[in-house]
């Protein structure tokens, strides 16, 4: 992958305190695991940036081998990949997402 397709998804990343990377938009996503990641972040009432995936296939191989994961969606936080819809909604179901979130200087709703 090109490095000016990397140096994007960085600049992405670092503009972006929480960054979700998916298929589609935070209004329209266009699969199930995007969709759940969506769903967590508003639960949370986090607020993040994204970038849909499917506008770019530079984009969408490049997040891939930046990260050295798989799949789409991916979730950044204050630039450390932290996995993707499967870790995403486990971190959820264990009550462990808000307290990450925290720690990392990003503030859920109350």
Not at 10 to 31: E, H, R, S, W, Y
Not at 42 to 48: C, F, Q, R, S
Request: hydrophobic share 40%; net charge negative.
């Amino acid at each position: 992958m090109s490095d000016a397709v990397h140096t994007d998804i960085k600049a992405k990343i670092d503009a972006n305190p929480v960054m979700l990377f998916m298929k589609g938009t935070p209004q329209f996503p266009q699969c199930g695991f995007s969709s759940v990641v969506v769903q967590i972040l508003d639960h949370l009432g986090v607020e993040y940036g994204s970038a849909n995936v499917l506008e770019s296939d530079d984009i969408r191989q490049g997040v891939k081998t930046f990260s050295d994961w798989p799949t789409i969606p991916q979730l950044y936080v204050k630039g450390e990949f932290v996995g993707g819809c499967d870790i995403i909604r486990e971190m959820f179901e264990k009550g462990e997402l808000r307290g990450f979130l925290e720690s990392k200087g990003v503030a859920p709703a109350a």
